[in-house]
């Protein structure tokens, strides 16, 4: 499983990692749109932002509970208790980059809610690195540099790109 703030890249290293296992992925921007029609900035506007961490916790639990897959998590899911003791025995890859970085990537789609990293960074760090097994700075790694590291520490070879 992928965690960290948005725009850290968990979709798209999430994305190389399920083509190398030939394993599902579930990403909970597509869940969201898929079980409720809509996207977390919308669901933040019409349910508040605590419905739409409710709703995004629940993405993982179910998702940890069925066959082996890749699952990016929305940023928010490791503030729920339950996710984190649900994470124990799965891989936890943690990826983060400096406040600017993560700004910067944000403004890549209008499916996110503008949550500022500064303003929830200091109270999910804990959090991050209590769950994460592995950690990347995605300022200076690229996804295929992150996906090749995974599916070694998985004891797998990189993923052949030719
Ligand atoms: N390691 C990286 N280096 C450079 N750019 C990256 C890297 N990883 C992702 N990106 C770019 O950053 C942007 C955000 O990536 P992505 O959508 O995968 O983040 P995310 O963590 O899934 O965001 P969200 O929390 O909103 O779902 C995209 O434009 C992506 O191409
Ligand atoms: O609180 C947050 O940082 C977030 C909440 C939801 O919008 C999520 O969709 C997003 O992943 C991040
Ligand atoms: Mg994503």
Known sequence: ???GLMGS??????RLISDALGRPLSDSDP???ARYGATAAQ???GHGVAGLHEREAEHVLAELRGEPKVIT???SSVEDPRVRD???GTLVVWLDAPDAVLTERMRTGDHRPAF???SVRARREPYFREVADLTF???VTTPEEIAAAVLAEMGLPAADHG
């Open 1 to 3: 499983m992928l965690v």
């Open 9 to 14: 890249g968990k979709s798209t290293v999430g």
């Open 31 to 33: 869940f969201l749109r």
């Open 43 to 45: 669901i933040a506007a």
């Open 73 to 75: 998590a929305a940023a």
């Open 86 to 88: 649900a994470l124990r």
């Open 116 to 118: 500022p990293p500064e």
């Open 137 to 139: 700075d995605v300022s």
